[in-house]
Every structure is written in structure tokens, then in C-alpha cells.
């Protein structure tokens, strides 16, 4: 009995062995082999520069910016490109893993999950430099081009029902018909229209209008796959973090992965001491058989030990790494409950909203300490609720100091998981005050360059007949007033007496009115000369006498306010104090005599304002050199301005004017030619009521390359 007891458990124990060491190896192939297979990812094989083939090999942005992605994770890729609408129901059918690039949007969404976005993509209108179309009202009965299947194809069926929509299949053709003149205006990515243009050549397209729906252009994985997403997500991230993203960008819009040998050589080491494990697992098990009870009850206790500190370290890792994610990402997160009290932000939305840390942002409302317009915060909730997100929403905020500037939202509503009950809204943020103020100001020098042109046409037309006035005085002067034989003869031959003749001219003040005709002749050719200086468009530094193109703007300035009428510039006493043996400027001098002109302009109407008592009007203007900087100081007597205005002063649109004297664009436009265009320095001080001086710096060599 003993012995059939013996061997009955000898064959429970040999069972169990059997048992056991083939799930081990059924575990090590079905989740270890996996492990380093690689993923393949899709693209479209003509979408430049993002994505393309260069000879056969994938090329473009997305592909540098996947490969990156795979390098820092250290997880091998495959990437293949061919027929957008092949890759894309490919990875709908989930045929394969992901794409390398796709724009995200709700119907979307409904097939395959998006990664963060590689960039925001807005497109634009783009036309031919002859054409009117200036914004979307204009783009009514006319024909319109659009990318076959792009969404901006959707958007102009939606929204252009009364135009004529031609789709074509890339932004190549579409750049060169439009140059070529065969429809009226096509609707593009922005960044790849500028890129066609310029690889193209094409020399008469330009855009125009406001940026046009913004787009999140993302990796694009199947449905449901979040492992693989949060991957992704992780490499965007740490590529960004490194600097390598920047690179990546600007290298495209202004290099291979490399393989993971060491995974090969892991998964081959795996595999050769597969055979040893497997005996020494054996070996183990054959061992214990004698002490199996005790032993399966300890394994078991250990294994739920392991199994909870392993579950514990992965909880506290991925806390820890979404909270470094969270911590450090440049844009602002923040979440709300639905009455906007904030109940979460991150270091960045504090620092972009003026306060020192995120705690100092919790507990504000929205609507009522951020928002600068209560409006905006109620159609922000229309369009929230209506859509349960918001992408590229921009709204005027309120920082701490008081303060305004322009943040771009992208916000959705958060749900009970299982409830499915809206608990509040979450999203991000960034701070696009200083890209609108850049895009406005180059509108408006754009615009201001188009005057320039047109003053410069009006004064090569004036010269002509001002040539002819002064010309002609000249001669009449000549022929009636100077004692010369030819002039003695021709009055004898018509029986005048010449000195009755002079004595009748003088008493008629004849010479006097000459006089006058030559004087008011050389007085407007002076003007148009300053116009021709003010407008020119040099389109290149060079060496000039700065104290030239002060008294030149000096000049500009008395013949405007003095044509304008609104008072004489010239009543406004000029103190100059110039150093002796001034150098030399490097510099655009028509842009230079632009500010400096800007700045006298405004200080002449401020001074005009101000009621003065025992003194006038006044201008101390001083020029010095500064090393190898040279300083231009504009100071007035005029009324001053409060420390709200002097702060905002350079600020494109900001005015004190009333409605319909000024747009506030002069100082922007000074500012923008002084510190961006020439590499200088521009500052205001002022006293309320009492002074205001503006100083320039310039470097004398012209700006840094």
C-alpha cells in the first residue's frame, strides 16, 4: 500500500512538473518573442514635406520625428509609405499598427486613437499677388482649389457651397494652376504651401487672410490600442524635452533612425539559455517534491507578495512619471469644475497667468478673475457643450499683474468613467500674445511699405512739373528783369524804355512775386526730396551720417503736421545737442528716418495738447556715442504719460487717441525696426505731466549676423 502510495504520488508530482514547465514555455513564446518584433508604421507616399519618398526611401518630418521617437524609447519601427487611402483603411481594418501622421478630428476618432499632436497645422488662403481676395467673405462665386480628400476639402464643401470647388491631388499642382491662373484661390496647409512655393519657385503667390482652422496633426494608432499610444506619447515628449524636436522642425520648416542591435542580441541570448532554464527549472521542481505542500503554499504567498510590490513600484513609477510629465510641459493644464473654480494647475499655467506657483492659481474662477470678457467665457461654454471640446479657441485673460494677453485653449469635458456624467473640463494653454503682436505688426509694415511706394511715386511725378515752375521762373527772371544786351535790344526793337520798363516791374513788385514762385519752388522740391528719402526702399544697409537722417526727419515731420494743419511744428522749439565727430551708422536709412519720424510725430501731437503757461513747446534731441553703440535721445516738455500707458506704449493697436486720430501702430512699427530689423534698443521714461524722452541705442556695425 505504501508503495502504490509512493508512486501514485510520484506520477502527481511528475504531472505536475509536465504541467508547469510547459506554461513556462508556452509564457516565453507567446509574450516574451513578441516583445521585439517591430512596428510598423504607414504614411503617405507624397504629402511633403512631412512625408514622402526620396528616391524610394521614406523621407519628411513625420518620418525624422518617428524615428526619433523610437531611437529615445528604443523600440524597433518599420516604415513604409504608399496611397493615402490604402494607409489609412489599413490601419482602420487594423491591418497595421499606426500612421505616421494623420490630422485628428470627431469622425475620426470613431476609427483610431490620436497621440499628442506633432504640430498644429493652420492653413491659409492662398492667391495670386493681382488678386482682391483678402479674407473669406471675398472667396463667394469664385474657384476654389483643394487638396483631394483634405480636410480642407470638407471644410470648403461646408462652408463655400456658392463657389466652384476643384479638387487636386497635391500641393504641387495646386501651387503652379494657381500661379498659372486656373482657378482663383486654394485652400492649403499653411507651412506646406510655403514650402511649395519656395521649392517651386513660384514668384506670384502669396498668402493672406487669417490663419484658417487650425489642426492637430497627430500619430494615429488602432482603435483601442493605449499601450502603443502611450508609448508614442512618451517619445513626443522626451524628444521635445531634448531639443531633438526643435531640430527636427527647423530642419523642415525654415537622418535615419538607428537600429537596436542589443535587443537582437538579447533576444538570441534568451533563446540559447532557454534549454538551461528549462532543466534547471526541472531540476528545482524534482528537488522540492518531497516538501511540495509546504512549498506550493509558500511559492503562493511569495508570489502575491512579488506580484503586490511589483503592482506598487509600476503604480508609484507612473505616478511619478505622469507628475514630471505634468510638471514640466510648457503649456498651461488646467482643470475646472463646471462653475470654471479651478481645481488643478500645473507650474506652467501659473507662471503664464503672472503667479509664482500653481496653488496660488487653485480656487480661482474662471469667468471672474481670468477672463477678461465675461462673453467669451459664456461662447466658450456654448462651443464646449456643443462639441464636448474646443481646439485653438483664443481668448483675451487677465494675468496677475493686470495685464492682458492672448491664450490659445484646447479643452474638453471629462466624464465619470462610469456614470458618464460631465464632473468638468479640462485642457491646455499657451501664451500666442507676442506671435499675434508679430503677425500684426508685419501686416502693417507690409502695409506701411505700400505707402512708402506710393509717396515715392507721388514725388518722382511732382518733381517734373516742379522742375518746370522753377525752370521757368528762372527764365522769366532772366529775360525780364537782368539789364542784358539781348534784353536791351528786344525792348528797344518794341519802343520801350528798359528802366521804365524795371521801374514799372518794381513798382508792380514784379521781382518780389518771382522771387517768391522760385523760393515756394525750392520749399516743395525740399518736401519731395524728404519723401523720396522717407520712402525709399533700399532693401540694404549702408554707411550714413546720422545726424543727416535726424534733421531729415526733423524736416519730414514740419511739412506733415504743417500740411495737416492741425497745428505748425515749426512753433515747436528744437534744441539739438549733438557730440562732436559723430561716426558713422550701418544701417537702413529709410527705416531708421521711419522710427525716428514715428516718434517725433507723436510727441508733436502730445505737445500740442499741453497748455503752457510760462514756457512753449519743446524738443531736446542728443546724439552721442556709447562705445561701439551710438544713442539718439528724443526728449519733450509735452504732458507725460501714466505708468499704464508707458508700459503698454510699444504695444501694436494701443492708442490714447480718440476714435479716428490714430490706430497705434507708429511706436509698434519704431519699436519693431529698432530691436528687430537693426539689432538695437528702444526705451521710454516719462513723468506724468511733465516730460517724456524716448532713447534709441544703434550699434554702429549694424546688427549681429
Known amino acids: 500500500m505504501d508503495q502504490r502510495y509512493n508512486s501514485e504520488n510520484f506520477l502527481s508530482v511528475a504531472s505536475r512538473i509536465f504541467t508547469t514547465t510547459a506554461t513556462l514555455c508556452l509564457f516565453i513564446f507567446c509574450f516574451v518573442r513578441p516583445a521585439f518584433a517591430y512596428i510598423h508604421f504607414r504614411g503617405d507616399y507624397n504629402y511633403r514635406p512631412y512625408e514622402f519618398l526620396d528616391?524610394?526611401?521614406?523621407?519628411?518630418?513625420?518620418?525624422?520625428?518617428?524615428?526619433?521617437?523610437?531611437?529615445?524609447?528604443?523600440?524597433?519601427?518599420?516604415?513604409?509609405?504608399?496611397?493615402?487611402?490604402?494607409?489609412?483603411?489599413?490601419?482602420e481594418n487594423k491591418e497595421i499598427e499606426a500612421l505616421t501622421g494623420m490630422y485628428e478630428s470627431p469622425a475620426r476618432d470613431r476609427y483610431v486613437d490620436f497621440s499628442m499632436p506633432l504640430i498644429i497645422v493652420s492653413h491659409s488662403m492662398f492667391v495670386r499677388d493681382d488678386s482682391g481676395i483678402r479674407s473669406q467673405d471675398d472667396l463667394k462665386g469664385m474657384n476654389i482649389a483643394v487638396i483631394r480628400g483634405d480636410i480642407m476639402h470638407d471644410y470648403a464643401i461646408k462652408n463655400f457651397s456658392d463657389s466652384s470647388i476643384i479638387p487636386v491631388d497635391s500641393y504641387e499642382t495646386a501651387i503652379n494652376m494657381l500661379s498659372a491662373g486656373e482657378f482663383d484661390c486654394a485652400l492649403l496647409g499653411k507651412l506646406q504651401g510655403l514650402y511649395w512655393i519656395s521649392n517651386e519657385?513660384?514668384?506670384?503667390?502669396?498668402?493672406?487672410?487669417?490663419?484658417?482652422?487650425?489642426?492637430?496633426?497627430?500619430?494615429?494608432?488602432?482603435?483601442?490600442?493605449?499601450?502603443?499610444?502611450?508609448?508614442?506619447?512618451?517619445?513626443?515628449?522626451?524628444?521635445?524635452?531634448?531639443?531633438?524636436?526643435?531640430?527636427?522642425?527647423?530642419?523642415?520648416?525654415?537622418?535615419?533612425?538607428?537600429?537596436?542591435?542589443?535587443?537582437?542580441?538579447?533576444?538570441?541570448?534568451?533563446?540559447?539559455?532557454?534549454?538551461?532554464?528549462?532543466?534547471?527549472?526541472?531540476?528545482?521542481?524534482?528537488?522540492?517534491?518531497?516538501?511540495?505542500?509546504?512549498?506550493?503554499?509558500?511559492?503562493?504567498?511569495?508570489?502575491?507578495?512579488?506580484?503586490?510590490?511589483?503592482?506598487?513600484?509600476?503604480?508609484?513609477?507612473?505616478?511619478?512619471?505622469?507628475?514630471?510629465?505634468?510638471?514640466?510641459?510648457?503649456?498651461?493644464?488646467?482643470?475646472?469644475?463646471?462653475?470654471?473654480?479651478?481645481?488643478?494647475?500645473?507650474?506652467?499655467?501659473?507662471?503664464?497667468?503672472?503667479?509664482?506657483?500653481?496653488?496660488?492659481?487653485?480656487?480661482?474662477?474662471?469667468?471672474?478673475d481670468i477672463y477678461l470678457d465675461f462673453e467669451r467665457r459664456n461662447d466658450f461654454l456654448d462651443q464646449i457643450n456643443e462639441f464636448g471640446f474646443t481646439q485653438g479657441y483664443e481668448v483675451e485673460v487677465k494675468r496677475f499683474d493686470g495685464s492682458v494677453i492672448t491664450l490659445e485653449i484646447n479643452s474638453k469635458l471629462m466624464r465619470d468613467p462610469v456614470t458618464g456624467k460631465i464632473e468638468g473640463i479640462a485642457g491646455v494653454f499657451r501664451d500666442i500674445t507676442r506671435r499675434r503682436r508679430m503677425e500684426t505688426i508685419m501686416v502693417q509694415t507690409e502695409k506701411m511699405m505700400s505707402l512708402g511706394s506710393m509717396a515715392s511715386g507721388i514725388a518722382h511725378e511732382l518733381n517734373n512739373p516742379l522742375a518746370a515752375i522753377v525752370g521757368n521762373a528762372q527764365n522769366i527772371e532772366t529775360r525780364l528783369l537782368k539789364k542784358t544786351e539781348k534784353n536791351l535790344e528786344t525792348a528797344d526793337g518794341c519802343g520801350l524804355d528798359y528802366e521804365s520798363l524795371q521801374c514799372f516791374l518794381d513798382k508792380r513788385k514784379i521781382p518780389e512775386i518771382i522771387r517768391g514762385i522760385m523760393a515756394s519752388g525750392a520749399k516743395a522740391a525740399s518736401v519731395v526730396s524728404n519723401m523720396l528719402s522717407f520712402s525709399g526702399n533700399?532693401?540694404?544697409?549702408?554707411?550714413?551720417?546720422?545726424?543727416?537722417?535726424?534733421?531729415?526727419?526733423?524736416?519730414?515731420?514740419?511739412?506733415?503736421?504743417?500740411?495737416?494743419?492741425?497745428?505748425?511744428?515749426?512753433?515747436?522749439?528744437?534744441?539739438?545737442?549733438?557730440?562732436?565727430?559723430?561716426?558713422?551708422?550701418?544701417?537702413?536709412?529709410?527705416?531708421?528716418?521711419?522710427?525716428?519720424?514715428?516718434?517725433?510725430?507723436?510727441?508733436?501731437?502730445?505737445?500740442?495738447?499741453?497748455?503752457?503757461?510760462?514756457?512753449?513747446?519743446?524738443?531736446?534731441?542728443t546724439a552721442r556715442r556709447d562705445n561701439d553703440m551710438l544713442e539718439i535721445v528724443i526728449g519733450d516738455n509735452g504732458p507725460g504719460m501714466s505708468n499704464e500707458t508707458s508700459r503698454r506704449i510699444f504695444e501694436p493697436f494701443f492708442t490714447t487717441k480718440p476714435v479716428g486720430e490714430g490706430i497705434g501702430l507708429g511706436l509698434s512699427i519704431s519699436y519693431f525696426i529698432i530691436e528687430d530689423k537693426h539689432g538695437g534698443h528702444i526705451t521710454i521714461k516719462s513723468s506724468f505731466g511733465e516730460y517724456t524722452r524716448v532713447a534709441i541705442l544703434l550699434p554702429v556695425a549694424g546688427p549681429k549676423k
Not at 258 to 282: D, E, H, N, T, V
Not at 311 to 333: P, Q, V, W
Request: charged letters at 25%.
Open 538 to 621: 533700399s532693401g540694404y544697409f549702408a554707411w550714413h551720417n546720422v545726424l543727416s537722417i535726424i534733421e531729415d526727419s526733423i524736416n519730414l515731420a514740419s511739412n506733415d503736421y504743417n500740411l495737416i494743419k492741425k497745428y505748425d511744428f515749426r512753433n515747436i522749439e528744437i534744441v539739438r545737442d549733438y557730440a562732436a565727430n559723430l561716426p558713422q551708422i550701418y544701417c537702413d536709412r529709410s527705416e531708421i528716418q521711419q522710427a525716428l519720424f514715428n516718434i517725433l510725430r507723436n510727441g508733436a501731437e502730445a505737445v500740442s495738447k499741453k497748455a503752457y503757461k510760462n514756457d512753449r513747446a519743446r524738443f531736446h534731441i
Open 201 to 368: 519657385d513660384v514668384d506670384n503667390v502669396r498668402s493672406v487672410g487669417e490663419p484658417m482652422m487650425a489642426a492637430r496633426y497627430c500619430f494615429a494608432v488602432r482603435e483601442g490600442d493605449g499601450e502603443l499610444l502611450a508609448q508614442l506619447n512618451e517619445g513626443l515628449f522626451l524628444i521635445k524635452k531634448s531639443g531633438e524636436y526643435d531640430r527636427i522642425y527647423n530642419k523642415w520648416f525654415g537622418v535615419y533612425e538607428q537600429k537596436a542591435l542589443y535587443r537582437k542580441l538579447m533576444f538570441r541570448s534568451l533563446w540559447a539559455i532557454g534549454p538551461l532554464l528549462f532543466l534547471l527549472c526541472a531540476f528545482i521542481l524534482w528537488s522540492w517534491t518531497l516538501r511540495r505542500k509546504i512549498r506550493i503554499h509558500t511559492e503562493a504567498l511569495r508570489h502575491e507578495l512579488e506580484e503586490r510590490q511589483k503592482a506598487e513600484k509600476a503604480l508609484k513609477i507612473s505616478e511619478e512619471h505622469y507628475r514630471t510629465i505634468f510638471n514640466s510641459i510648457m503649456d498651461g493644464f488646467y482643470y475646472c469644475d463646471l462653475e470654471g473654480n479651478i481645481k488643478t494647475a500645473n507650474p506652467s499655467a501659473a507662471k503664464i497667468l503672472g503667479y509664482e506657483k500653481p496653488e496660488d492659481v487653485v480656487g480661482l474662477n474662471a469667468a471672474k
Open 55 to 91: 528616391n524610394g526611401i521614406p523621407s519628411g518630418f513625420n518620418v525624422d520625428i518617428i524615428r526619433a521617437v523610437s531611437q529615445t524609447l528604443g523600440i524597433d519601427i518599420k516604415i513604409d509609405l504608399g496611397p493615402w487611402k490604402e494607409v489609412r483603411n489599413q490601419l
